[in-house]
């Protein structure tokens, strides 16, 4: 890395920091991300001038002056994020905090046709109604729109998606609907992007929604694969010849774990299911025990072939976090190699992971780009003047030119006083030539 892509990182490590905790101090930076005091104190400076960073209130004095807090200024920008699935419509604003300021959650069936994106962005409009004035509108950075399926970034593709049906199904008509930058994003990338990369630096997303999908995360960065298709763990086989899967196929793991695995044909929805267990209704327990048993071969799996975190996430992610005990207990049961459990994390965001994630990529640009803005500018040149010298322009060119020129005219004047037929024998030296006579 060189000394300016350092200099970027570290201020970037820095704001990451700060966004990811309620507030903080210099001193707490410094020790935490092993930093020098003068180079937290440079960086800080620069951030609570240019309004990213502000300070939110003293600690208590330990015998000297009193310091500082700081926290990120969670309304200096914000993005927009959108979760499209089959049936519903996501939507989330996100500061720079990384807290959602508002959602919604519509019943919106998913048509491949123009109508369905004008109806994406009226809803969209309505939702922002709020950020209508110059000023807000400036703060908002872009929308990310999170889409269940194979994501080429570069064309603007949907290569295939079996929940929507899609195969190579261009998304510059929903991009185009929409008067800022868009981004899209597989969504279980998009939850994994949700997550703080800076804690896991190495890790699993398992997004257990009504489909089963997954992301990876390696050295901080998403990790997609050759063909983009990294993380498809829903079809990995986990029963062979077992329950039919939506992709044809049998024994799927989408077909036991996602959560549309606990409601079958039933018109119910996951969080009906999750009621009759908390009523403790004996189909809905049994139900249960056996979905936590396939989830629990799933992870063992994946923990044995991967050897990372693990983080469960999406819809049933959000349920799970009440379960552990009892999933933990049988992925023991699977796997004897790990004496606890604490590569198995549970999810920051639960329904909107997909959405908050797909906003965060304008975020984190913007942090960047900032930081990147900020560097150049800490660097000024003197102003000048350019003056005519006539003196100087004859001392600097006329005279070197004038001098080449006649070095010039004599080495060639030299040079042709020979004999073709003795320049051709490359005998080159008139006074060798004089003596050889």
Same mark, same amino acid.
């Given at each position: 890395m060189s000394g300016l892509e350092k200099k970027f990182a570290t201020k970037s490590k820095i704001v990451n920091y700060i966004i990811n905790r309620e507030s903080t101090s210099k001193v707490e930076i410094s020790k935490e991300l092993n930093l020098s005091m003068p180079t937290v104190l440079s960086n800080v400076k620069d951030l609570l001038e240019k309004g990213i960073i502000i300070e939110t209130g003293e600690y208590e004095s330990t015998g000297g002056r009193k310091a500082k807090s700081i926290g990120i200024n969670p309304s200096y920008r914000y993005a927009m994020g959108i979760v499209i699935t089959a049936n519903h419509l996501g939507? &989330?604003?996100v500061n720079l905090k990384y807290e959602i300021v508002k959602s919604e959650r519509i019943r919106l069936k998913f048509v491949s046709d123009m109508s369905y994106c004008s109806q994406v962005a009226d809803y969209a409009a309505k939702f922002l109604d709020h950020m209508n004035d110059a000023e807000q509108k400036e703060k908002l950075l872009g929308v990310g729109i999170s889409i269940p399926g194979i994501i080429n970034q570069e064309q603007k593709l949907v290569i295939k998606s079996h929940a929507l049906k899609l195969e190579n199904y261009s998304l510059s008509f929903l991009e185009q609907a929409f008067s800022v930058p868009v981004y899209f994003s597989n969504d279980a990338n998009a939850a994994m992007m949700a997550e703080d990369m800076n804690t896991y630096q190495n890790a699993i997303y398992l997004s257990l929604n009504q489909t089963l999908g997954g992301a990876f995360c390696i050295g901080g960065n998403l990790f997609s694969g050759e063909n983009q298709k990294a993380g498809e763990f829903g079809h990995m086989i986990l029963v062979p010849q077992g329950r039919k899967c939506y992709c044809g196929k049998s024994g799927c793991a989408d077909a036991y774990c996602a959560a549309g695995a606990l409601v079958g044909e039933s018109k119910d929805s996951v969080e009906q299911f999750m009621q009759l267990l908390?009523?403790?209704?004996? *189909?809905?327990? *049994?139900?249960?025990?056996?979905?936590?048993?396939?989830?629990?071969?799933?992870?063992?799996?994946?923990?044995? %072939?991967?050897?990372?975190?693990?983080?469960?996430?999406?819809?049933?992610?959000?349920?799970? @976090?009440?379960?552990?005990?009892?999933?933990?207990?049988? &992925?023991?049961?699977?796997?004897?190699?790990?004496?606890?459990?604490?590569?198995?994390?549970?999810? @920051?965001?639960?329904?909107?992971? @997909?959405?908050?994630?797909?906003?965060?990529?304008?975020?984190?640009?913007?942090?960047?780009? &900032?930081?990147?803005?900020?560097?150049?500018?800490?660097? @000024?040149?003197?102003?000048?003047?350019?003056?005519?010298?006539?003196? %100087?322009f004859g001392l600097t060119t006329l005279v070197p030119v004038v001098i080449m020129l006649v070095v010039n005219y004599g080495v060639l004047r030299h040079k042709l006083k020979l004999s073709p037929l003795k320049f051709l024998r490359r005998t080159l030296n008139l006074r060798q030539i004089t003596i050889c006579r």
């Open positions: 939507m &989330v604003l908390q009523n403790n209704d004996e *189909k809905a327990e *049994k139900k249960w025990e056996e979905y936590l048993d396939y989830l629990a071969i799933l992870i063992s799996n994946l923990r044995m %072939a991967y050897d990372m975190d693990i983080i469960l996430g999406g819809e049933m992610g959000g349920y799970l @976090s009440d379960y552990m005990i009892p999933l933990g207990e049988k &992925v023991m049961k699977y796997n004897g190699f790990d004496h606890d459990l604490r590569y198995l994390k549970n999810c @920051s965001y639960k329904k909107e992971a @997909s959405a908050v994630g797909a906003a965060k990529h304008f975020l984190q640009d913007f942090i960047k780009d &900032v930081c990147a803005d900020m560097y150049y500018g800490s660097y @000024s040149l003197p102003t000048y003047v350019t003056v005519w010298n006539g003196e %100087a």
